[in-house]
């Protein structure tokens, strides 16, 4: 959904490339490229239809999917793309999803890829680069163990590293001799990120016990939104008690948690948790949902530590406001 403005502001730029999802948006940048009298260079995003096998939110490949150019228009398509004035066509895009944990769907997005590049240049149009998109999944369960920590179980507790689905992916992209663009996202910054939050209170209903903290759904949004899975451990690791418990915010939604019905070391009250794997799609969902202030973002690397995004005040709210 690129507006007229950022396709001009992009042009501008001299963007590499746009990844164009529809044959409107082709029209729409090769209008704007003649109006700036600019080349403007293209890849096409085409839908697979393939099952990433992740989040039905995060799926991005299916034919139900409103991404990227159907495959059977997939010809068609890069035909109308390089009869349009002042566009190049470069390339092919396809990203079938995020957070896949398994290498068999993009082997066999790798053919589809292949295939596509091999019929598009027999038609004349001579495709120069594959963007395969990203989605290699990240190890949330079981992020890290310890003797005193509950050990995690799930069908995607081991997950491949980055290096597994290139040496699938790339035996069968290699025929077609185009460089490969890649976009690995979550799998670089995931870990990068941990989410620290203090036990408010502990609370019992007589059928739940519930650990209360101080950081809520509009901190880390991926729990309530995807019943994303994040491990969640104590600061200081003090006991080999665990027990079963929700840990909960404080906004005013059921849907505020972090963990339910989740095995944790026994934890109380004014101490600290951590809540893992909070580097990709944390901050950047973070609101001010309920009035509530955004938290500080602070960087450590090594025995260095620097705040580089404080503490929102209630006196910027009120500006933004």
Sequence with gaps: GKTEKEIEDALKSDISCFNAESTQELQMISLVALRLNKKAKVALRINPNIDAESHPYISTGLKQHKFGIDAEHALEAFKFAASLPNMEVTGLHAHIGSQITKVEPFVEASRFIAETVKRARESGVMISHIDVGGGFGTQYVNAIAHEALPKETSENSVVPAAAEYLQAMVPVLRETGCTIWLEPGRSITADAGVLLTKVLYIKENGKKKFVVVDAGMN???????????????????????????????????????????????????????????????????????????????????????????????????????
């Design 219 to 321: 901190d880390l949004l991926r729990p309530s939104l995807y019943n994303a899975y994040h491990q969640i451990v104590p600061i200081k690791i003090g006991t080999y008690e665990h027990e079963q418990v929700d840990v909960v915010g404080p906004v005013c939604e059921t849907g505020d948690f972090f963990a339910r019905d989740r095995l944790l070391s026994k934890v109380n009250q004014h101490e600290y948790l951590s809540i893992l794997t909070a580097g990709a799609y944390g901050f950047v969902n973070a609101s001010n949902y309920n009035a509530r202030l955004r938290p500080a973002e602070i960087l450590v690397n090594g025995d260095r530590v620097r705040v580089i995004r404080p503490r929102e005040t209630l006196e910027q709210l009120g500006g933004a406001l």
